[in-house]
């Protein structure tokens, strides 16, 4: 089991930054990617972003040159740094583990961080 917990959610004022944290404990294996989904109301859960342990990283289109992601693979955190937000970037944000080895694969969710954007 791995457990994954998010802070740093809010509300901020359209064009204002916010960064979120995500810590995992437990049995986090090598190989892990770590990442963020969104899911705004009467939405799917969309790709925010994602990076390996070994710092390859993958964005959703939207956020493209906004958000970047980040981890410290000492402390098992993973971080997103929200910039330049929109109104369209409301929504709840989780956490996400990802672990695959051949037909092994492990995958947990935070428990989500509500992001609100708006003056």
């Known amino acids: 089991q791995v457990q994954l917990v998010e802070s740093g959610g809010g509300l901020v004022q359209p064009g204002g930054s916010l960064r979120l944290s995500c810590a995992a404990s437990?049995?986090?294996?090598?190989?892990?990617?770590l990442g963020w989904y969104r899911q705004a109301p009467g939405k799917q859960r969309d790709l925010v972003a994602t990076?390996?342990?070994?710092?390859?990283?993958n964005y959703g289109d939207s956020v493209k040159g906004r958000f970047t992601i980040s981890r410290d693979n000492a402390k098992n955190t993973v971080y997103l740094q929200m910039n330049s937000l929109k109104p369209e970037d409301t929504a709840v944000y989780y956490c996400?583990?990802?672990?695959?080895?051949?037909?092994?694969?492990?995958?947990?969710w935070g428990q989500g961080t509500q992001v609100t954007v708006s003056s």
């Open positions: 996400n583990y990802l672990w695959i080895l051949g037909a092994q694969r492990r995958e947990y």
């Open positions: 437990g049995s986090i294996f090598r190989g892990n990617i």
């Open positions: 990076i390996s342990s070994y710092g390859t990283t």
